[in-house]
T-cell receptor, first 116, second 111 residues
Framework: GAVVSQHPSWVICKSGTSVKIECRSL??????MFWYRQFPKQSLMLMAT?????????EQGVEKDKFLINHASLTLSTLTVTSAHPEDSSFYIC????????????FGNGTRLTVT | RKEVEQDPGPFNVPEGATVAFNCTYS??????FFWYRQDCRKEPKLLMS???SGNEDGRFTAQLNRASQYISLLIRDSKLSDSATYLC????????????FGAGTRLAVHP
């Protein structure tokens, strides 16, 4: 069964509004979660690393003030897309490492965001 | 140069065919290697980890060549259900697991 839950699965919003996406680890504690974005026919691109109790680490080119990440508990990380624009329309996926070291990641089911 | 490079395909093969995917990575400090499968509009799902000695899981065989920084995936006796995009993924540890994804190779298996 799923070990990482993401909500909502899809969302349509108007330009200028903000959208919050939740990512939960279901049966384990995740001190670190990852947020990816995937445009059609392209690779998953790491946006940021979410660290429980501290600031997220953003990848180069990702605006931290636009993509707000909060990791307030060991089982929940949220990504808020602020003042969304049509070019933010994408597939956003979170992931977490259930094991130690180089264990593979478990992914949430993704959120398809469409900004009109 | 991309950190992880794959042939985008698509590979169109008949059922029962054997198909091989290749992948190269640029960072010699990479420590972990995986193949993920992604179906259209879905999240990636782990297909298999890749070990230096090579490993097999049913019809799937993965190989790693660290000297050449090259990873491969072989699928034997292709099934219609194998149709998907196969992602080559390279990981770095150091406290947590940061993964770099290739753009994927699309496979279409037809009757």
């Amino acid at each position: 069964g799923a070990v990482v839950s993401q909500h909502p699965s899809w969302v349509i919003c108007k330009s200028g509004t903000s959208v919050k996406i939740e990512c939960r680890s279901l049966d384990f504690q995740a001190t670190t979660m990852f947020w990816y974005r995937q445009f059609p026919k392209q690779s998953l691109m790491l946006m940021a690393t979410s660290n429980e109790g501290s600031k997220a680490t953003y990848e180069q080119g990702v605006e931290k003030d636009k993509f707000l990440i909060n990791h307030a508990s060991l089982t929940l990380s949220t990504l808020t897309v602020t003042s969304a624009h049509p070019e933010d329309s994408s597939f956003y996926i979170c992931s977490a490492n259930k094991g130690q070291g180089s264990s593979p990641l478990h992914f949430g089911n993704g959120t398809r965001l469409t900004v009109t | 140069r991309k950190e992880v490079e794959q042939d985008p395909g698509p590979f169109n093969v008949p059922e029962g065919a054997t198909v091989a995917f290749n992948c190269t990575y640029s960072n010699s400090a990479s420590q972990s290697f995986f193949w993920y499968r992604q179906d259209c509009r879905k999240e990636p799902k782990l297909l298999m980890s890749v070990y230096s000695s090579g490993n097999e899981d049913g019809r799937f065989t993965a190989q790693l060549n660290r000297a050449s920084q090259y990873i491969s995936l072989l699928i034997r006796d292709s099934k219609l259900s194998d149709s998907a995009t196969y992602l080559c993924v390279v990981g770095f540890s150091g406290g947590y697991n940061k993964l770099i994804f290739g753009a994927g190779t699309r496979l279409a298996v037809h009757p």
